[in-house]
């Protein structure tokens, strides 16, 4: 049996759950928590970093990141499922990708900066740092909002985790300043139930 080490709350292993998913590989594998701030943990053994999700194959070997792990799943599910052919295809959409997990990178940082700092500690200038970031894409993307009428990427799957990340830990005023993006985020739900099946509530 494969095993995917992840923790409910993480946007990045909720994308890989969804991708299992929609590729029909979710029940080859088990999910088992992880903790990242244990250091007796063993997936500190499993990725050197400590960090999640880490794939864990039959024959014991492991897989990160998120995006080498959904490159895997689409190569195991006979490939150009999530991560398109062609040159083009599949450049804007693992571009999407790479925009769409930097906006979960600089919420998580976020959402560290106060959870595991003592508050003396606390950067208001690092936070507003990484929440320009956040700011800068999600205008970029209110403007250039995905298609989804081809068929659903890799691109799109990061984009629906990074915003429902962004829901969960930081409210939904986004959406107001970013309709299109709700509004896409919607569309994607519909097409998408696994978005919904893996969603974290707490």
Same mark, same amino acid.
Request: net charge negative; proline share 6%.
């Given at each position: 049996?494969?095993?995917?080490?992840?923790?409910? %709350?993480? %946007?990045?292993?909720?994308?890989? *759950?969804?991708?299992?998913?929609? @590729?029909?590989?979710?029940?080859?594998?088990?999910? /088992?928590?992880?903790?990242?701030?244990?250091?007796?943990? #063993?997936?500190?053994?499993?990725? &050197?970093? $400590? *960090?999640?999700?880490?794939?864990?194959? /039959?024959?014991?070997?492991?897989?990160?990141?998120?995006?080498?792990?959904?490159?895997?799943?689409?190569?195991?599910?006979?490939?150009? *499922?999530?991560?398109?052919?062609?040159?083009?295809? +599949?450049?804007?959409?693992?571009?999407?990708?790479? @925009?769409?997990?930097?906006?979960?990178?600089?919420?998580?940082?976020?959402?560290?900066?106060?959870?595991? +700092?003592?508050?003396?500690?606390?950067? %208001?200038?690092?936070?507003?740092?990484? #929440? /320009?970031?956040?700011?800068?894409? @999600?205008?970029?993307?209110?403007?250039?909002?995905?298609?989804?009428?081809?068929?659903?990427?890799?691109?799109?799957?990061? =984009?629906?985790?990074?915003? $429902?990340? +962004?829901? =969960? +830990?930081?409210?939904?005023?986004?959406?107001?300043?970013? &309709?299109?993006?709700? #509004?896409?985020?919607?569309?994607?739900?519909? !097409?998408? &139930?696994?978005? /919904?099946?893996? !969603?974290?509530?707490?």
């Amino acid at each position: 049996m494969i095993i995917l080490r992840s923790s409910p %709350p993480s %946007p990045f292993g909720r994308k890989t *759950k969804i991708a299992a998913k929609l @590729l029909g590989l979710y029940d080859q594998i088990t999910v /088992e928590n992880g903790d990242t701030k244990d250091p007796s943990d #063993s997936l500190r053994n499993q990725n &050197p970093l $400590g *960090k999640i999700p880490i794939l864990i194959m /039959e024959d014991g070997e492991t897989i990160y990141d998120s995006s080498v792990i959904l490159d895997s799943l689409d190569r195991m599910a006979g490939g150009g *499922k999530i991560i398109p052919e062609g040159d083009e295809n +599949r450049r804007k959409a693992l571009t999407l990708q790479a @925009l769409a997990d930097g906006i979960m990178d600089a919420s998580i940082l976020c959402v560290y900066e106060t959870r595991m +700092r003592p508050e003396n500690e606390r950067s %208001p200038a690092w936070v507003d740092y990484q #929440s /320009e970031k956040v700011d800068r894409a @999600l205008t970029y993307l209110e403007q250039n909002a995905p298609a989804l009428e081809n068929g659903i990427n890799v691109g799109h799957i990061s =984009l629906a985790c990074a915003l $429902g990340y +962004r829901d =969960l +830990r930081f409210g939904k005023n986004w959406r107001e300043s970013y &309709p299109n993006l709700a #509004s896409w985020l919607e569309d994607f739900a519909a !097409k998408v &139930p696994a978005f /919904e099946a893996t !969603k974290f509530e707490g």
